[in-house]
Structures are given as structure tokens and as C-alpha cells.
């Protein structure tokens, strides 16, 4: 049997965390200095905090905000234009908006999480069923479940912005 060897695995760690390490805006900045010094020093001051303002460049907006979870085209006023939609993952409780069970919890069919006990026949053989009808294994998981959700947008009109929205969190 072969063993691999420590080196090996610390080599292979590294490319790991190296590949998936995480886009930052100060690492946006030191990566691409030319395309921050570009910038007007208002819209420095802007991308350094992670803000945009309408008439930004794409380039600012990307500085700022990263690379959009997904971009769009459509149109405004005659004019092309293409959206940027930034997206993030958000818990969904039940009874939220968000999930779709909307009213259905681990109490419904019985007390304490356990559903009515019915009797069936089938074939003259009679059987019964405890436990909760509607049983909803993300609800009983440790993984609590989530949805993804549009949290900002900026829309470009000839690679300027013409408008942006963040959504406020609950």
C-alpha cells in the first residue's frame, strides 16, 4: 500500500485553499491597480467603502461590488441596457414568505410532533399510521434550509450606471 507523503498533502491543501479563496475588494484593488487608479478620486473614495453612484464605470461598479452573480440584458428608454444582479443565500424559517410549507409545522396532524394515528384496510388487512403526514426531513435536519435572493442591482446604460437598488435585510 502506498502512503503519500506529508509535503504532498500540504501541497495539495495549498492549491486548494489557493483556488477557492475568496474575492475581496481590497483584493479586487491590489490586482488591478491601473484599473482603480483610473478612477476619479470621488469614486476611489466610493469603491473603497464597497459604494457605487449612478454615471460609475462598470470597472468602478466591479471594483466595488465583485463579479455579479448573474447579468441581464434589456432595454430602458430605447436605450440597451445590462443589469448586474447580485445575489446571496438567506435562511428561510418556516412560516416565512420564503418557504413554501408556509403553516405546516412538526405540531400539525397531533401533539408533541407526532401525527394522528389512522387505520387503514387494504386487501382486509388493517394497518395503522403514526407519526406526522406532512414530515418534512429539512425541517427535522441540522441544515437548516435556505434560498437564494437578489440583494443588490445595478443597471448600465452605455457602460455607466443609470440605476441601483439594494435590498434591505430582514
Not at 495549498?14 to 490586482?31: H, M, P
Not at 470621488?42 to 470597472?59: E, F, H, K, P, Y
Not at 408533541?112 to 388487512?125: A, D, I, L, N
Amino acid at each position: 500500500m502506498k502512503t503519500i507523503s506529508k509535503a504532498f498533502l500540504l501541497g495539495l491543501a495549498l492549491a486548494g485553499f489557493g483556488l477557492t479563496s475568496c474575492e475581496t475588494l481590497d483584493n479586487r484593488i491590489s490586482e488591478h491597480p491601473d484599473m482603480f487608479n483610473s478612477l476619479s478620486p470621488r469614486d476611489q473614495a466610493l469603491v473603497r467603502q464597497g459604494q457605487i453612484r449612478s454615471g460609475m464605470s462598470t470597472n468602478a461598479v466591479w471594483l466595488a461590488w465583485g463579479s455579479p452573480s448573474a447579468k441581464t440584458t434589456g432595454e430602458m428608454r430605447g436605450r440597451p441596457t445590462e443589469t448586474w444582479i447580485y445575489t446571496e443565500n438567506r435562511y428561510a424559517p418556516y412560516g416565512s414568505a420564503y418557504y413554501p410549507y408556509y403553516g405546516y409545522g412538526p405540531y400539525w396532524g397531533g401533539g408533541f410532533g407526532f401525527g394522528v394515528g389512522v387505520t387503514r384496510f387494504h386487501h382486509h388487512h388493517g394497518f395503522a399510521f403514526f407519526g406526522d403526514p406532512f414530515y418534512d426531513p429539512f425541517y427535522y435536519s441540522y441544515i437548516p434550509p435556505t434560498i437564494e435572493i437578489p440583494y443588490r442591482v445595478a443597471t448600465f446604460v452605455n457602460g455607466r450606471v443609470m440605476s441601483f437598488q439594494y435590498l434591505k435585510p430582514q
